[in-house]
Structures are given as C-alpha cells and as structure tokens.
C-alpha cells in the first residue's frame, strides 16, 4: 500500500507511525513512515520552536528521534495504539515547545509482521482550551473533582494535602506518594506529604532531605527532557532513565523502585516542587497519567497560595532587620495565651533584653552602623537563645518566651551574656529576668521582667556613665 497516498486522504495534520516488533516480544525503532502536507506544515513549524533540535528535511521512515527528542510519554501513546491497539488521545503541553498539542492516535493494520501501525493526527494552539483539557473519563473526571472540593473546602491545608496525596497514592496503586516543594535558587527542598503502603512499613523521604538528595532533584528537569512528566514503567525506560541520570538510576534501584511516575509542579512558568509515586499499577498508565495531568495543575495553584500566605504571614510577624519575630507576632502570642486559644504550661520564663549603647552609636556612626549593631544583637540571642521564641518589642529592646526551661538553664545562659559583654567587641544587652513556677499570668511575668531590666540598665550607667547618650 502506498502510505502516502493512504496519509493523504486525511485533512487534518496526520502522519503513520510504525513500531519495530523484534521476536521476543519488545519493540525497537519507532519511525515516521510519512505525513501528509498539513502534517509536514506542523513538523516544520515544531522544528523552529524547538531551539535544542537543529531543523531537518523530513524523509519518511526515519526513527522519530531523528527529527524531535527522545520521549517515554510520546513512546508509550505510541505503544498502546499501534501494538495494543487502543485508540488514544491525550491534551498536553511538553516544556520544550511554546504550545499545547492535541493529540489523537488509533491503530492500523498493514500486514506487517514485522510493524504495527497507528495513524497519529495532532492539533496545535498558543492557548490552552479548557473544553479539551477537561475532556476526561468519567472516573478520571470524578477523582480529580473529589481532590478539587478537598482543597477549595478545607480550613486545614497541611491536613487536606495529606488525604490527597494518600487519594492519589491509591489511584496510582503506588507503594509510596509524597508531594516534595523545591527552590532550585535557595538550593533547598521540603517534604509537604507523603503517604506510604502500610505493608512496606516507615518510609519517610525527611530521611533522605540532604544535600545530595536535593542535587539529585535539581537534574530532574533535565532528565524530563523538555516533556510534560517522566514515567517509569519498565525495563526499558529504566535503561533509558540510566543513559540520562546514572546517578539518580543508581540511588532508585539501591532503593529498589521498579516504575515511577513524577509530574513537576508548576506555577508562572516556574517549577515549584515535584508529587511523584513509586512502584505504581503500570497496567494502569495511561489512566494515571491522564489523571495527575490535570490534578497536578491544580495542587500547584493551591500551592502557590499556600506559599504566599505563608510569605505574608512571615512578614507580618517578621523584624525584617533582625530576622527575629516583631512585636505583632509578640502581641499575637500573648492575646492566644490570655484568652485560652495556646496552652501554657505550668513552668516558664520571659526576659526583656535592651541593647546598650545605640543611641551613641547612632548619633556618632549613623543609622547604618546601628543597624548592624542591632542585627548582631539578635544574632547573639539567637545563639545564645537557640530554640526559643525572640522578639523584637521595638527600637533596642527585645523579648524572649521560653516553656519548660528549667530556671537554672536560663540563669547560666544569662550569666554567658553578662559574661561576653565584658569584652567591648561583644554586644552588651540590660536584662530582666522572670520566672513562673504555677501558671501564673504571662502579663505580670511580662511586666516584672521589664522593671528588672530597667534596674539592670540603671546599673549599667551607673557603672559605665561614657556609655550615657549625650
């Protein structure tokens, strides 16, 4: 049969792929055999937006890498239309191109012994269609709607996020699923969820955060190579996975995983983290796929909230110049306690901490110099402190709350700050010191620590006048 003419009968962009069967039932080249001109019209316009691929004259019954990059995901919709002969589509939009494709592929049959066909038709758009995107099966459709009310309906994010991951651990018969947020500039990574079979026991990735891990985790977007996700369902994608990160292949088979399936998540063009599952039902693949496709663009956004709330709050409650907490968040914690809202236990201290000495250093250095004499200030008690809540109540003086702290701990470190003050390099701090034995109100613990640290400062002046303000 002349292929061509066959190909040309179709008036949308189309092309015949083929799939080398060999004789032990796995599959090699996956060629275009040829495409009609509306085809070739998208071929070329592919080309020119793909800056990493140089443009090509097409010629049929070339191997498709010959023309765009290695891709899994392309391989196995590919796979399943010509040799299982499923008709598929799928809506997406791969990294590398500036575009969404809409994609379609039913299965033919030449005669071939040695290939399987597919006819594969795609449509291209700068934007996304919403119609198409949410075009889904009825099961798919219904799981990615149980995780949206989830999110929109929750008052508990962290919560909320971990019986959707949990959800979607199940979905993908997964052994292990988590949710990983990443910040490739700050060279860190955290754990938001995670959810684990119960038969393979504890398995957290907060035991796997280090610096080596996250290098790993700054090779994937490369190692997805420009498509939308990176699935791992067999022996020969892992080869593939080996040729592309030897590294990352050798830390997933010393953890004995056998299938993968990781989606990036992604918010304003940047990735924010990765949700990715282990071990996964790959007799289910394209199910899964289709269904993390669309949950991922929605677990990004709810995301990207979250951090932004996060961000706002942090600097709603942050000295931005010490890095301490400000007097907001101070008032905030005391209204929680008074009122009941946070528990205190029946042991604690509070110590009010002034800074001597910067009104000269302002009038005599500037302002600039204060700052960083107020900054190496907080950084003292922060150190000194360590595990504490430290705030800063305004100008030069701070406050810091410790529960459950024994006194005698407390006491030594303040005799460590009396101490290093004896050097005049080191910051000098006025300290008012109170402990509560019985619960009593944190208001008038407040209170008598400031009287003391008025009396402390007096004694510092008295004992160091050249430190006076003029």
Known sequence: MDLLE????????????SVEMKPDGSYGKMCIENGNKAYLSTFEQNS???VNQPNKTFQPGLDYTTYIHKDLNFEHFIYSSAVLNKPMHAYVHPDRYNMWFNIFSVPVNFGD????????????????????????????????????????????????????IADIRTICGANFCCIMLTDFK????????????????????????????????????????????????????????????????????EAKIKSLVLFPLQYNHETIGFIWATNFDTKDTDRIKETLELTTFFIASEVANYQLLQKLEMLSST??????????????????????????PNSYGVIFADLNGL??????????????????????????????EIYRAGGDEFVIIFMGSQKEDIESK????HKMAEDPNNVSFALGFYYEEKCGDIRVAMREADTRMYADKKHFYETHPESRTH
């Open 186 to 253: 700050a060279n860190t990574c955290s754990l938001l969820s995670e959810s684990t079979a119960p038969e393979i026991g504890h398995h957290s990735l907060n035991d796997f955060l280090n610096i080596s891990f996250i290098e790993i985790v700054k090779s994937w977007p490369s190692t997805i190579a420009g498509s939308s996700c990176l699935i791992i369902r067999n022996d020969i994608d892992m080869e593939e996975l080996k040729a592309r990160n030897p590294r990352w292949h050798a830390s997933m088979q």
């Open 319 to 344: 000295d931005l110049l010490t890095g301490v907490k400000n007097r907001n968040a101070m008032n905030n914690r005391v209204l929680r306690i008074v009122t009941g809202r946070e528990r205190m």
């Open 359 to 388: 009104k000269t250093v302002n009038d005599d250095k500037g302002h600039r110099a204060g700052d960083k004499l107020l900054k190496k200030a907080a950084d003292t008690l922060k150190t000194t402190f360590s595990g504490s």
């Open 6 to 17: 066959f190909i040309n009968q179709f008036g949308s962009a189309a092309c015949i792929m």
């Open 414 to 417: 303040i005799e460590q700050l």
């Open 48 to 50: 020119k937006s793909d």
């Open 113 to 164: 012994p040695n290939k399987r066909y597919c006819i594969y038709t795609q449509e291209m758009s700068t934007k996304v269609n919403i119609d198409q995107m949410t075009n889904l099966s009825a099961k798919t459709t219904s799981d990615i709607l149980k995780t949206c009310i989830k999110l929109r309906s929750t008052k508990n994010f962290l919560k909320t996020m971990d019986e959707v």
